[in-house]
């Protein structure tokens, strides 16, 4: 049995340059600032003993059992087996915190499921590996629209910048001291929205307009770079990142109908009237959960703002998707009853 404990990320800046549809065009790149955070999504998977009419069983918001993998109704899962040929499986799906809410649930479960797999063969496979393969999964597998940078935090983990060109993309850890780093935890509050959606239909409203967007894109690029350089700056005032969060929202705004509601707006605008320097929706849009930058001595007025919300506290992290738990088991793969 394996059992592998996978962050969800928190993307400060740069959402959207991670786009494929961007930042492969000649001459352009994409980069995103970005941190994982401690909250998880738990994968088991070990072989099914063979008492069962069924060879496969799925455990997730709902309960599959099938005898040929092409029944299987959950395509990540479907796609992820025959991709790494796996056989007569049991797959279990837990998380901290609900799906489609913008915390890239869907990359880091595919992070997770992958890493349980190579596990379960007895392979190892680095953070790189891991994120190009869940990448390469979730984009031409499934066909599912969206950045690159989920995967990529799910499998790192830490407070990154990551750097996309034509030739794929660099993980860069940003370097500040923890009492910096502390600093920065503090000053952030989140909250959930209540409201969910799926980011691959957000992305498609976002990529029909990549072309038109390129002047928004290229400024939120400086603004990652402003970001960086504050938090690497120990001498820089810190809460000009949170201001820089602010810009980077409504920059945000403008590279898709669907990234916001007239409900969200009001409750960023409220945010703010009640002390944030600034904060994002994260994720593609639509609803979710709400970022902000609040410094210490306006966090109660914030919090009494959103007192109907619910908030969520939280530490970053920093080890990225691991296996918590291994126990080996003898499986021959050559009687395997699947086809």
């Not at 959950?74 to 609900?98: C, F, G, Q, W």
């Not at 794929?168 to 969910?196: C, D, H, M, W, Y």
Request: hydrophobic letters at 35%.
């Amino acid at each position: 049995m394996i059992i592998t404990k996978t962050p969800f990320r928190m993307s400060f800046f740069g959402g959207g340059t991670d786009m494929p549809q961007y930042f492969q065009r000649p001459g352009k790149r994409g980069a995103v600032i970005s941190s994982s955070f401690d909250k998880y999504v738990y994968v088991t998977v070990r072989h099914l003993p063979r008492f069962f009419n069924h060879t496969t069983e799925l455990f997730y918001s709902k309960i599959e059992k099938v005898s040929k993998i092409d029944d299987i109704e959950h395509p990540m899962v479907r796609n992820a087996i025959k991709m790494l040929e796996m056989k007569e499986l049991h797959i279990s799906y837990d998380a901290d915190l609900p799906a489609r809410t913008g915390l890239g649930t869907s990359s880091t479960f595919a992070v997770g499921l992958l890493n349980a797999f190579y596990c379960l063969k007895g392979k190892y496979a680095s953070k790189q590996q891991l994120a190009k393969d869940a990448i390469f999964l979730e984009r031409e597998l499934c066909q599912e629209a969206g950045g690159w940078q989920d995967q990529i935090a799910a499998s790192y983990g830490g407070l990154n910048r990551i750097d996309f060109d034509e030739s794929g993309f660099r993980v860069t850890p940003i370097i500040i001291s923890n009492a910096r780093k502390q600093q920065l935890e503090g000053n952030l509050l989140l909250f959930f929205t209540g409201f969910t959606r799926f980011s691959a239909e957000i992305q498609k409203s976002t990529t029909a307009t990549l072309e038109e967007k390129d002047k928004q894109f290229e400024m939120m690029l400086e603004l990652v770079d402003k970001a960086q350089g504050i938090l690497q700056n120990k001498e820089a005032d810190l809460d000009d990142f949170g201001r820089l969060l602010d810009q980077t929202w409504k920059l945000k705004r403008q590279t898709g109908k669907e990234i916001t509601t007239n409900t969200i707006d009001s409750l960023y605008q409220q945010g703010i009237e009640a002390g944030a320097l600034g904060g994002k929706l994260l994720g593609a849009g639509g609803g979710g959960f709400l970022l902000f930058y609040v410094p210490k001595k306006k966090q109660a007025s914030v919090r009494k703002a959103f007192k109907d919300l619910l908030e969520v506290p939280f530490r970053f992290e920093k080890q990225g998707t691991r296996v918590i738990y291994y126990t080996p088991e003898e499986f021959d793969v050559e009687s395997s009853k699947e086809e």
